[in-house]
């Protein structure tokens, strides 16, 4: 019998894995990736001004300070940039 997979399916396997993990390490990872979101706060207005559309991308991706600040002086300089404080 062939399995079928979807969502519902596919997230129990996933979720059987991560039970797998000891919680020790669980914790260790999660607060590593909460202190690495605290960086945003340097950002904060440029962030809060960026268009809806790219807020995910400046959130969760890995972007240098300088990566950040290329994107930041481009939105600026597109017709229709954001209000950057």
Known sequence: MCQTYNDFTEYDVL???FKEIPMTKLHNNM???LKKRGNMKEYKDE???????IKFLLY???MTKKDKNKLYHFLKDTNNPPHFT
Do not use: H, N, S
């Open 60 to 62: 969760f991706a890995k």
């Open 47 to 53: 962030f809060l001004a960026a268009p809806t559309e």
């Open 15 to 17: 979720f059987d894995v």
């Open 31 to 33: 607060i590593f990736e």
